[in-house]
């Protein structure tokens, strides 16, 4: 990602839901692009710049996105599970439930996008199930980080305290370096 003056740094492992927070924010703008170049290059081959933005987006969300919800259900949803109210388990389980969604519309997104971009086009039936895959993407996501941002991880760092959010970071630190 480019460097923004006067942005907010990334945060680091001592700061696990802050992590959190900030691969949201890359989901959201990765999101956008897969959307705006869906939407803008209907019925033509894809630019160099466009296919560029495509496959960075597309390997983000193969790369990150798989580690984003490990650290999710492996470091925080079991902790919360453990020592969260009652209103916890329901919450963490439709998170969990909508990872696995978000995998399959991003897995036919990735095949239909490298399908136009091996093939330079695509027909209108795969463009207009491209382009509803990317919305639905972006409606799972826009009403899922906000439950996690808005309910969730201010519920974790109510319930953890920092020996916790150092095992938690240590965590999300030891999948980086497998």
Request: with cysteine; hydrophobic share 35%; charged share 30%.
């Amino acid at each position: 990602m480019p460097v923004v003056i006067g942005a907010k740094p990334d945060s680091g492992f001592d700061d696990p839901i802050g992590m959190l927070k900030d691969c949201h924010r890359r989901i959201e703008s990765f999101l956008g692009i897969l959307f705006q170049v869906c939407r803008r290059a209907r019925g033509r081959a894809l630019s160099g710049e466009e296919r560029h933005a495509v496959e960075s987006a597309l390997r983000y969300f193969a790369q990150s996105g798989p580690r984003h919800n490990e650290d999710e259900e492996q470091s925080v949803f079991p902790r919360l599970r453990a020592s969260g109210p009652s209103g916890t388990t329901e919450e963490v389980e439709r998170l969990e439930a909508e990872h696995h969604e978000a995998t399959a519309h991003h897995d036919e997104a990735a095949l239909l996008y490298a399908k136009w971009i091996a093939n330079g086009s695509l027909g209108d039936e795969d463009e207009n199930r491209l382009l509803l895959r990317t919305g639905q993407l972006q409606s799972l996501y826009e009403e899922h980080i906000r439950i996690e941002e808005e309910v969730v991880f201010p519920r974790a760092a109510a319930l953890f305290n920092q020996q916790t959010l150092g095992e938690i970071g240590g965590e999300f630190k030891a999948r980086r370096n497998t």
